[in-house]
């Protein structure tokens, strides 16, 4: 199994967990959710991950808008192993 740089872990946070499960507490978080959670990313990005990746998409692009930061990751990529286990 591949470790994850300390960069690329608040990144995941940021870019999948944060969406999906929105302001709730850790706590509150059960097994069950993760699991749907994996489920839902194995046949394609949820919903709430891909609005938020195309809202920070938009944001950087009015703040630089000759950069190019991509396509929309549901149109190529399926991650089935986003939290590295």
Same mark, same amino acid.
């Given at each position: 199994?591949?470790?994850?740089?300390?960069?690329?872990?608040?990144?995941?946070?940021?870019?999948?967990?944060?969406?999906?499960?929105?302001?709730?507490?850790?706590?509150?978080?059960?097994?069950?959710?993760?699991?749907?959670?994996?489920? %839902?990313?194995?046949?394609?990005?949820?919903?709430?991950?891909?609005?938020?990746?195309?809202?920070?998409?938009? %944001?950087?692009?009015?703040?630089?808008?000759?950069?190019?930061?991509?396509?929309?990751?549901?149109?190529?990529?399926?991650?089935?192993?986003?939290?590295?286990?």
């Amino acid at each position: 199994m591949q470790r994850l740089s300390p960069i690329t872990k608040p990144r995941l946070i940021d870019c999948y967990l944060v969406p999906y499960f929105g302001r709730r507490k850790y706590d509150s978080i059960t097994r069950l959710d993760i699991e749907k959670f994996r489920a %839902e990313m194995v046949v394609g990005i949820p919903d709430s991950v891909q609005r938020a990746r195309d809202e920070k998409l938009h %944001e950087l692009k009015l703040t630089d808008p000759t950069q190019s930061f991509g396509r929309s990751i549901r149109a190529h990529v399926q991650p089935t192993n986003v939290l590295g286990y």
